[in-house]
């Protein structure tokens, strides 16, 4: 069977409407991700993985390598059948429902019938939002719309769930449920590949994990390698230098509040 | 399917959660019943109405298909969608589709607001059959041009021939002093009321010196008629109940019994004559006004959903607005004269696009809806259903043939 996930040097340049390059957003980057492990992408931001994200979902073309999901190209319908996605912001049609949200994407997998409609009211009740299922989207928070978007992305049964900055907006309970699901789908085979700025949440979920850093991958492993804390691990990875005071690189901005002490 | 049936469901859902169906069922009924007049006996300002509606509605469709990718696009929600399992041209027939259910809704609802009103009936309209065939005509005008050098460069034959043709078919013939000329008209279908026309103003200078006789024949039978005045448009004659037998030919016979040279009699024989047989009711010829209006708007709306997946939302609505605007002159004109002259510009541009562009229209002016609804001619269901599989849907899939040339993402233009 395939690997759920495999890049080989990819590498993508974002070009002008003149075709000249403007920015080399990803570099040669190499990695795989197996069955029922959680892979964590972490970088600053601007580090590529958006980019990165994007490429391995059909949505951006890729200048060079090759990505395969269970053996497929990215762009392929058998790729985006086994693939559940929920991105960085989501953005859901304001005017409908969160059922009528799940039934829409669902419909869009092929689903129908019973099937589609157990499947909607199982996620509903999983992802919270059970009791606004009939109010329009347009009137959530945040958090909300977060969760309807982690429901549909887990509409299809997906064998690979890729997840975008997955707790951003939630509260610490629904943080807390996330990360509890995350770790249950592992346990049942699915691949989860995550993009988070939030280490403690990679830490506690993460089998593996790869720091990118403008388009580079800087390290690659397994989290249970790590010898200190996964936050002192990343800032040595990326500012190898020290970290150094905004204020201070930026020459102290005196006229900013008064002034140092 | 099911892709299909959730995009359409979606464009419904948007239509009617958002301002887009009450907007245009309130625009609809200020046209159709709120317009300023006096009076509306005459239907004028139905008529007015109804040419209002129809382009509200292809600006509102255009604007909509524009806006059924792009807007989604632009505000970063199609990326969901591009991430499941559905093709592309099953998304671009979705979102169209999607985009029509609702203007189909409207248009339902422009036939309910005026179903009521005291249409003409939809009578059947005959031709002559016995006309001269004016292609040799055209033939033999051309080789002519040609041996006195005045044939224009580039033009190709065929569109000389076609424009020639039309030229002839429109210029007028006259009934000349003593001259007598017979029309012979196929049979009716059915029986019912039959009525010989005469349109186009054809009684010029000192109408009443002018003496007209108009002798019908039908299976044997003749009837004579001579008007005691002539009217300044058009000449309308009812034949006598049961004179036209269904199933039987029909013959019309004009005499001009005056010598008065002060008075002319001008008509266009393949546009001006015409009998008028039992057609169909005022609903049911409303009925296949609506249904070429809603060809109209699917038009619209494929054009509209085509440039929004290729440009961005202002871009789209820009060009869709001009498309429109030329588009609109040739449809809603029943004057071929427009249509060649949108047809010669595009074939200066390409002949390609010229076949692509104009053809639809051409089929759309000849079928004249509106015109045919306020004139009491029939609009046939059949005509309607034929421009939709002759033009309608091969414009609306080479729009989406074009649209899958653009990348389908959900990137910013």
Request: glycine residues 10%.
């Amino acid at each position: 069977m395939s690997e759920p996930l495999v890049l080989d040097d990819v590498r993508k340049t974002f070009r002008d409407f003149w075709g000249r390059p403007t920015v080399e957003a990803v570099k040669g980057l190499s990695f795989a991700v197996g069955p029922g492990e959680v892979f964590g992408l972490l970088g600053p931001n601007g580090s590529g993985k958006s980019t990165t994200i994007r490429m391995l979902l059909g949505l951006l073309r890729r200048d060079g390598g090759d990505i395969r999901v269970f053996g497929e190209p990215p762009e392929s319908r058998r790729a985006h059948a086994a693939i559940g996605y929920l991105p960085e912001l989501t953005h859901l049609h304001p005017f409908l429902t969160p059922r009528e949200t799940l039934r829409y994407y669902g419909r869009l997998f092929g689903l129908g019938g019973r099937t589609l409609r157990d499947r909607v009211e199982d996620l509903l009740r999983l992802a919270g939002v059970a009791h606004v299922a009939d109010r329009r989207v347009g009137t959530f928070s945040k958090g909300m719309t977060r969760r309807v978007g982690l429901a549909q992305a887990l509409l299809n049964a997906p064998r690979l769930l890729v997840l975008d900055e997955p707790t951003s907006g939630l509260d610490p309970i629904g943080t807390r449920e996330v990360k509890d699901l995350i770790l249950a789908l592992k346990s049942r085979g699915i691949a989860v590949l995550m993009s988070s700025h939030l280490l403690p949440d990679v830490q506690d979920c993460c089998d593996r994990i790869l720091i990118l850093d403008r388009g580079v991958c800087r390290a690659q492993g397994r989290v249970s390698d790590l010898k200190e804390p996964l936050e002192d691990f990343f800032l040595e990875t990326v500012a190898p230098t020290g970290h150094v005071s905004p204020l201070d690189a930026a020459g102290g901005l005196p006229w900013l509040g008064g002034g140092p002490a | 399917m099911s892709a299909l049936w959730a995009e359409l469901a979606l464009g419904w859902r948007r239509a009617v959660r958002g301002a887009l169906l009450s907007t245009l069922l309130a625009a609809l009924a200020l046209c159709l019943l709120a317009l300023p007049g006096r009076d509306d006996a005459g239907l004028t300002r139905t008529g007015y109405g109804l040419f209002l509606a129809w382009g509200i509605l292809l600006v509102a469709a255009l604007w909509c298909g524009g806006t059924a990718y792009a807007l989604d696009r632009d505000r970063h929600r199609l990326s969901l969608a591009l991430t499941k399992p559905i093709g592309r041209w099953t998304l671009w027939w979705g979102r169209f589709l999607g985009t029509l259910a609702p203007f189909a809704a409207a248009v339902a609802a422009l036939w309910l607001l005026t179903a009521w009103r005291p249409f003409p009936e939809g009578r059947a309209v005959l031709r002559p059959t016995n006309l001269p065939d004016l292609s040799a005509q055209a033939e033999a005008w051309l080789d002519g041009l040609r041996e006195q050098g005045r044939v224009p460069e580039g033009a190709s034959d065929s569109r000389l021939l076609r424009a020639t043709r039309e030229t002839l078919e429109t210029r007028p013939a006259e009934l000349r002093p003593g001259e007598a000329k017979t029309y012979l008209f196929p049979a009716p279908s059915r029986a019912g009321k039959v009525t010989f026309r005469l349109s186009g103003r054809p009684f010029l200078g000192a109408r009443d010196a002018l003496r007209l006789c108009i002798t019908a024949a039908c299976a044997g039978e003749t009837w004579t008629f001579r008007p005691d005045s002539l009217p300044e448009t058009a000449l309308t004659v009812d034949l006598p109940s049961g004179f036209a037998k269904p199933g039987e030919p029909l013959s019309v016979t004009l005499l001009r019994e005056d010598a008065n040279d002060a008075a002319l009699i001008l008509y266009r024989e393949r546009a001006d004559v015409a009998l008028l047989g039992p057609g169909q009711s005022p609903p049911a010829n409303l009925a296949a006004f609506c249904l070429a209006l809603l060809l109209t708007v699917a038009m619209a709306a494929a054009l509209g959903t085509a440039l929004g997946c290729a440009f961005s939302l202002p871009v789209t609505l820009f060009v869709g607005t001009l498309a429109f605007a030329a588009a609109a002159a040739a449809t809603l004109s029943p004057e071929t004269a427009v249509v060649d002259e949108v047809a010669s510009v595009w074939a200066r541009a390409s002949t390609f696009i010229s076949a692509c562009v104009a053809w639809p229209f051409r089929g759309l002016a000849a079928l004249d809806p509106l015109g045919r609804l306020m004139g009491g001619e029939a609009i046939g269901f059949g005509a309607a259903l034929k421009l939709a599989a002759t033009a309608v849907l091969p414009w609306c899939a080479a729009w989406s043939l074009l649209a899958m040339l653009s990348p389908l993402t959900d990137e910013s233009r």
